[in-house]
Nanobody
Framework: QVQLVESGGGLVQPGGSLRLSCAASRSGFSFYYMEWRRQAPGKQRELVARITSGGITTYADSVKGRLTISRDNAKNTVYLQLNSLKPEDTADYSC???????WGQGTQVTVSS
């Protein structure tokens, strides 16, 4: 089964930027629909962004214009560029093969001054 490994989280000030990466462990990645989801303390996990195998993207209303999902099939990697970060973006961010039960371990993003 494919494994997903995220990286790139950290502490950033409001208005700052981060780029998250999610690397898949094997080929075939180009056929997957990939998502980034996040879960803040005390809240349900929510969809942030999705990218199809053909590169079509979908975003949650709360992140449109600030977050960008992309993929590099040659590297078996999906990215999430986070710009103009707000404290409410603080959460554990996980990548996910849609639809499946394949998840990464998550990476923490904390937006605070």
């Amino acid at each position: 089964q494919v494994q997903l490994v995220e990286s790139g989280g950290g502490l950033v000030q409001p208005g700052g930027s981060l780029r998250l990466s999610c690397a898949a462990s094997r080929s075939g990645f180009s056929f997957y629909y990939m998502e980034w989801r996040r879960q803040a303390p005390g809240k349900q996990r929510e969809l942030v962004a999705r990218i199809t195998s053909g590169g079509i993207t979908t975003y949650a209303d709360s992140v449109k214009g600030r977050l960008t999902i992309s993929r590099d099939n040659a590297k078996n990697t999906v990215y999430l560029q986070l710009n103009s970060l707000k404290p409410e973006d603080t959460a554990d961010y996980s990548c996910h093969v849609f639809p499946s039960n394949i998840w990464g371990q998550g990476t923490q993003v904390t937006v605070s001054s």
